[in-house]
């Protein structure tokens, strides 16, 4: 099980929606006989005009490669798909998305069936794939000796992040960026709420707004600073007190403005708990504290 030939790589692909179809054009185009298994047979038509091998199941797919990639909807179809299967001698990456329990329940699935695994978390979408530009990259973690083995032809797509051989680990970093993504989504949807029926330029807000949450995105570095030293008043630059005080106006604000105040409130609610329970003199991380159950 090794790569050392990796632009010519063989390998197998199961699953070929948005981002397995992007995942296989970019093997394809670097060169890597390409196997290719959708449940949906009519999806892989196209792929094998560029070159890809169709397999007629999911088991003569994973048979035709040491590297068997995988994704899929869900770990509900990841099950469907491989049974029957023999990963015997497999190196397994299963770039489907799920969480850090299911990821570590099939890291033990596949070591009892003889093959070494890997969970990938894309964190790209499919226009961002065979883009180097693009930032895009897939965090994996499981098994070191399968990364290493492998990562010439994982880097093909997009780039490759080891972050550890607990297989859930991957799975946990994608979803934590991708709550945090989710939290900036309802600021946006927020922000956009406020402003847009008034004789605002929206196309003129948006780069104002991007500069604004550029500008505050280093609040990371202090919070991870903050929670490793566990002193949540150091260098602070903006007090719980002070911020809960200038939640009034946000609030008062979006009442002005006919704005439901639901995505801010929840946060808002936390941090004059925190408040209330004495940690003034904090930053905001302390609320962290409250998440814990
Ligand atoms: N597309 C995106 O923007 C995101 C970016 C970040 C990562 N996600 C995850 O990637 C996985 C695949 O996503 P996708 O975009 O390719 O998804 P779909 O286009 O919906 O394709 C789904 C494929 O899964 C097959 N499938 C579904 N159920 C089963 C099943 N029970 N047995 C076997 N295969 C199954 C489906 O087959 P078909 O419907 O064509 O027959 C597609 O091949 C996903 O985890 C994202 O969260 C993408």
Same mark, same amino acid.
């Given at each position: 099980m090794t790569d050392s030939t990796p632009h010519r790589t063989p390998l197998t692909l199961l699953g070929l929606g948005a981002m397995g179809t992007a995942l296989a054009r970019t093997w394809l185009a670097a060169g890597h006989p390409l196997t290719v298994w959708n449940r949906?047979?009519? %999806?892989?038509e196209a792929l094998a005009a560029e070159g890809a091998r169709i397999a007629p199941t999911a088991a003569r797919a994973v048979a035709a490669s040491d590297l068997v990639v995988l994704c899929l909807l869900d770990d509900a179809s990841v099950e469907d798909a491989l049974a +029957?299967?023999?990963?015997?001698g497999k190196d397994l990456v299963n770039l489907t998305t799920g969480t850090p329990a299911q990821a570590r329940a099939r890291a033990a699935w596949a070591q009892e069936r003889g093959a070494r695994f890997l969970d990938g978390g894309i964190m790209?979408?499919?226009?961002?794939? *065979?883009?180097?530009?693009? +930032?895009g990259y897939v965090f994996y973690s499981g098994s070191r000796a399968a990364f290493d083995a492998r990562h010439g032809t994982l880097a093909v797509p997009t780039g490759a992040r080891y972050v550890g051989e607990d297989a859930g680990f991957a799975a946990l970093q994608d979803v934590a960026l991708l709550s945090a993504m989710t939290g900036m989504f309802a600021g946006l949807s927020h922000a956009f709420a406020l402003v %847009?029926?008034?004789?605002?330029d929206l196309l003129e807000f948006a780069p104002v707004l991007v500069e604004w949450l550029v500008a505050m995105a280093p609040a990371a570095h202090s919070t991870a600073e903050q929670l490793t030293s *566990?002193?949540?008043?150091?260098?602070?630059?903006?007090n719980l007190a002070m911020m809960v005080s200038g939640n009034t106006t946000l609030v008062r604000t979006a009442e002005e403005q006919g704005v439901s105040g639901e995505l801010l409130l929840p946060f808002m609610d936390l941090m004059a708990r925190r408040l209330r329970d004495g940690h003034g003199d904090e930053s905001a991380t302390g609320v962290i504290e409250l998440l814990r159950r």
């Open positions: 949906t047979a009519a %999806r892989a +029957g299967a023999d990963l015997t790209a979408v499919p226009p961002m794939i *065979g883009v180097p530009e693009s +930032g %847009r029926d008034e004789d605002i *566990g002193d949540y008043t150091a260098d602070v630059a903006s």
